[in-house]
């Protein structure tokens, strides 16, 4: 049974950081594509980052530069390390994996608010 399991969200204020987590299970994981999107209230959910098989990386424009993504395949966990947050930042941050010819698989999702 594939599970993604993530956390690390929470209340912050402007300007501050959180790191996301997401643990995976029953998949291979250094064969899937791992990437965070985020659905804010009456929004479509985005893409936030992604990163390949090989490390490369992909972010999204609005959070260039304050956003890390990165893998550890010995623990099979994604990370997104979030810096300078702002309001326009909240949302349901979502971890998904995905393997070439397979359908994604989602996480639950974890909540981050950004608020003073």
């Known amino acids: 049974q594939v599970q993604l399991v993530e956390s690390g969200g929470g209340l912050v204020q402007p300007g501050g950081s959180l790191r996301l987590s997401c643990a995976a299970s029953?998949?291979?994981?250094?064969?899937?594509?791992m990437g965070w999107y985020r659905q804010a209230p009456g929004k479509q959910r985005e893409a936030v980052a992604v990163i390949t098989t090989s490390g490369s990386t992909w972010y999204a424009n609005s959070v260039k530069g304050r956003f890390t993504i990165s893998r550890d395949n010995a623990k099979n966990t994604v990370y997104l390390q979030m810096n300078s947050l702002k309001p326009e930042d909240t949302a349901v941050y979502s971890c998904?994996?995905?393997?070439?010819?397979?359908?994604?698989?989602w996480g639950q999702g974890t909540q981050v608010t950004v608020s003073s």
């Open positions: 998904n994996a995905k393997e070439l010819n397979r359908a994604p698989y």
């Open positions: 029953g998949i291979i994981f250094s064969s899937n594509i």
